[in-house]
């Protein structure tokens, strides 16, 4: 049987693309099992942890003086869960502290220990704060300052949004974006601000620099205290939400090598829960690529 030039054509392109392909697949190394069952856990402590940030319900601006909260309309602030009292209380802000008071007969406690307040001081001494929590019935709240402006956020454990909630689409872990980097710690933290999704201005102390390579390009991330990282990317209002991502690194007390995973990038609280405050990428974690690894922005 004779081939024609143009039958030899293409079967010597499909040849040559199943070579390609097969190649291609075999630059990808599978992940190993150990890998696998530590980021099955990673997961299941990442949803825990926002648990509670699906039960916030509010975050209201407090003004100096006297801020009265609870289910009536006659208070500064109105809240609307259900089986609250028509004012839970009152939250006294000064310059540095804030003062709660309940209201006649009313149980509040202290969350970490349950205890019974009738009055409870929040002292206020770094930009970014929370107060303690206190809490009646299903309900929670807390003081907590940012910047100069302090907020009442508030928490409820009855919240429909927990429970509704399922998680995000994740691309597929690939072992090519478990990344090394070389760590360049700074003599001290540098702090800087970054934005937030709210328009405001946060501080952030920052460790050192991250270089690593990634998709045949030298790249740099500026990586936070605590090996806090905020990463952009070509994905970002696209397939990701478009105020970058969070991944954490184990950095080491001085210049080693650090991994990067990029498969455990996550979605900030801030994507499905309004009342938070997150801190955007600085312009220098913005990477010129796309990052298809760790969480979507669509939900499950």
């Known amino acids: 049987m004779r081939h024609t030039p143009f039958k030899f054509l293409k079967l010597s392109f499909a040849l040559f693309f199943c070579i390609s392909i097969n190649a291609c697949q ?56 259900e089986g609250l009292p028509a004012t839970i209380g009152a939250v006294e802000l000064a310059e540095s502290n804030a003062v709660f008071t309940a209201s006649d007969s009313l149980e509040v406690r202290l969350l970490k220990n349950d205890s019974l307040v009738a009055i409870w001081t929040d002292e206020f001494t770094q930009s970014s704060e929370n107060g303690a929590m206190l809490k009646h019935q299903h309900l929670e709240w807390q003081v907590i300052k940012r910047v100069d402006e302090y907020f009442l956020r508030v928490k409820d454990q009855n919240s429909a949004l927990a429970k509704a909630f399922k998680g995000f689409e994740a691309y597929p872990l690939q072992s090519s974006y478990v990344v090394e980097a070389d760590y360049r710690p700074f003599a001290e933290f540098r702090t800087e601000e970054v934005n937030t999704q709210l328009g405001t201005n946060q501080q952030m102390d920052f460790a050192g620099i991250l270089s690593f390579e990634l998709k045949g ?15 952009g990317d070509m994905t970002n209002d696209e397939t990701t939400y478009g ?58």
């Open 26 to 81: 075999q630059k990808e190394p599978p992940l190993s099992e150990e890998y696998l069952k530590a980021d099955a856990a990673f997961r299941e402590r990442l949803s825990k942890g926002r648990d509670h940030y699906l039960k916030l319900v509010g975050l209201h601006k407090l003004v100096l003086g006297t801020n009265l909260f609870g289910d009536s309309d006659a208070n500064n602030i109105q809240l609307s869960s």
């Open 217 to 231: 390009q030298t790249l740099e991330l500026s990586v936070g205290d605590g090996g806090f990282l905020i990463v």
């Open 243 to 300: 105020g970058g991502r969070y991944v954490y690194v184990e950095l080491p007390d001085s210049a080693e090598k650090v991994t990067i995973d990029f498969n455990r990038l996550y979605n900030p609280p801030c994507v499905y829960s309004e009342f938070t405050t997150c801190p955007l990428p600085p312009v220098q974690n913005v990477l010129p690529l796309e990052i298809l690894a760790g969480e979507k922005y669509a939900q499950l």
